[in-house]
């Protein structure tokens, strides 16, 4: 069990990337996220962290 990048809740990790796990429920809710709607913006800001380690990574090579 690790805690959701989005929802914050302690729950069994579907998506791990580095330190940064997603839940099932999150990744669900992710994929069906109309981009028009404000919870849109809001999952983009919590996703940032991950952003940054991923970009981070690629520039350690």
């Known amino acids: 069990m690790s805690k959701c990048l989005l929802c914050?809740?302690?729950?069994?990790?579907?998506?791990?990337?580095g330190e940064?796990?997603?839940c099932t429920f999150c990744e669900k809710a992710l994929t069906i996220t109309d981009?028009?709607?404000n919870e849109y913006s809001e999952v983009v800001d919590?996703?940032?962290?991950?952003s940054r380690e991923i970009i981070e990574a690629s520039l350690r090579g």
């Open 35 to 37: 981009p028009k709607k």
């Open 46 to 50: 919590k996703l940032r962290p991950l």
């Open 20 to 22: 940064y796990s997603i």
């Open 8 to 17: 914050g809740e302690e729950k069994e990790a579907v998506i791990v990337i």
